[in-house]
């Protein structure tokens, strides 16, 4: 199970949202508003911006977290792919 880190949770905050470990199998995080589900977000199977700072440190994520918004521009549309990048990138 994925273990949400502090910069997911001060993003959520930020938004007035709260966030817990997603049930949804493959997902890291289930994102509420006012105890009422909305989404699922983020594949398990990649890591973000918060892992990388922890595993790699803060420039290489830095470079990770810009590759990430150049590939996922046209997500910004989408609900679902904004919370993505807000709370994970």
């Known amino acids: 199970m994925y273990e949400i880190k502090q ?6 905050d930020e938004l007035g949202l709260k966030i817990k470990p ?4 493959g ?8 105890d009422d589900y909305l ?5 398990s199977n990649y890591k973000d ?15 990770r977290k810009r590759l990430y918004h150049l590939r996922h521009q046209k997500d910004l549309k989408h609900f679902r792919g904004f919370l993505s990048m807000y709370f994970l990138w």
Do not use: C, M, Q, W
């Open 7 to 12: 910069y997911s949770y001060k993003k959520a």
């Open 39 to 43: 989404t699922s977000i983020g594949s």
């Open 22 to 25: 997603s049930t949804r199998k």
């Open 49 to 63: 911006f918060p892992t990388f700072v922890l595993e790699n440190g803060k420039e290489y994520a830095e470079k």
């Open 27 to 34: 997902k890291k995080i289930d994102v509420y508003k006012n």
